[in-house]
């Protein structure tokens, strides 16, 4: 039976491309390397190979040893222990105001934690859809994450892998969507863009913005494109990803129901789902889904 190029190692753009090109199949390529050649700028051999086939223990040692990322937040990161993984897709949904983007300028600070002290020593994506991106507030958080740090530094007399404001900061990348199209169409073309990189999270906030004024048959197809291609990014490089999503108002014949928006198909293609809230000043988290964890809640100061 032929090979799907789809099965292959190539970046989802060159898989694209060549599918535009006609070529849908492992055969066809291989019938037409040498025209090919400058499609590919690889060796083609090595790209076409069978995925690889692992055991139910090998998963579980690869799981125990990736570890997750957390925010360092004590009370927070009883929810977070093991959710926020390499090769996931988290959810944090809540109503504007919640936390949702704190949390997550926060996880793009600790992701650049070494690895001696539980981080990944890597970088963070930000792609931002609703203008939320705050870069003073997230100064302000590298500041306070540095004091820590440091004095973590001293006690443990680690001298190695200097952070500061700037590092911290330039560690983080951003990019600015609006509509729907666009955010599509940058995610298809993100393997180029993280090729050479250390980016170990990526962070969409809100997948809400842009998807909420499409037509639903359009939005049902280019979720689905969407989450396919997130999942081929997070397994090629990697990465963990986190999206925010807001809450709508959903009826029924008796009831007015408040629930994350894109209903139930959304809660199925997302690894983990965790609904924040506010009362006052008391923030609170809930852990709805989970692959490793049942359901706890917790309530926490930012």
Request: proline residues 0%; negative net charge.
């Given at each position: 039976m032929n090979q799907n190029i789809d099965t292959?190692?190539?970046p989802r753009s060159k898989i694209e491309e060549l599918k535009n090109m006609g070529y849908h199949y492992c055969s066809d390529v291989e019938a037409n390397l040498e025209d090919l050649r400058s499609v590919?700028?690889?060796?083609?051999?090595?790209?076409a190979k069978v995925p690889k086939v692992e055991n139910a223990l090998e998963i579980f040692q690869k799981e125990v040893l990736?570890?997750?990322?957390?925010?360092?937040?004590?009370?927070?990161?009883?929810i977070l222990q093991n959710v926020i993984c390499p090769q996931t897709i988290t959810e944090f949904t809540g109503f504007?105001?919640?936390g949702?983007?704190?949390?997550?300028?926060?996880?793009?600070?600790?992701?650049q934690l070494p690895k001696w002290c539980g981080g990944f020593g890597g970088q963070a994506l930000y792609i931002s859809t609703n203008k939320n991106f705050n870069s003073s507030r997230l100064r302000e958080l590298a500041k306070n994450f540095l004091r820590d740090y440091n004095s973590l530094k001293v006690r443990t007399q680690k001298t190695e892998y200097n952070l500061t404001e700037e590092s911290i900061m330039q560690n983080i990348h951003y990019i600015d969507i609006i509509s729907g199209e666009d955010l599509l169409s940058c995610i298809l073309l993100l393997d180029n863009y993280l090729e050479g990189k250390n980016i170990r999270l990526i962070v969409i906030d809100s997948i809400t913005q842009p998807l909420k004024t499409m037509e639903v048959s359009a939005r049902f197809g280019l979720l689905n494109r969407f989450f396919q291609q997130l999942r081929i990014l997070s397994n090629q490089f990697?990465?963990?990803i986190v999206l925010t999503n807001d809450l709508t108002v959903r009826f029924n014949e008796k009831d007015a129901i408040i629930t994350p928006s894109f209903g139930d198909s959304f809660y199925h293609m997302v690894n983990s789902r965790i609904l924040f809230s506010k009362n006052y000043s008391v923030f609170h988290a809930k852990l709805l889904k989970s692959l490793n964890n049942t359901q706890?809640?917790?309530?926490?100061?930012?």
């Open positions: 292959t190692a190539l590919l700028n690889n060796d083609w051999e090595e790209l990736s570890g997750c990322i957390l925010t360092y937040n004590k009370e927070l990161d009883k504007s105001g919640s949702k983007s704190q949390v997550c300028f926060q996880l793009c600070i600790s992701v990697d990465l963990a706890i809640e917790a309530d926490f100061y930012l």
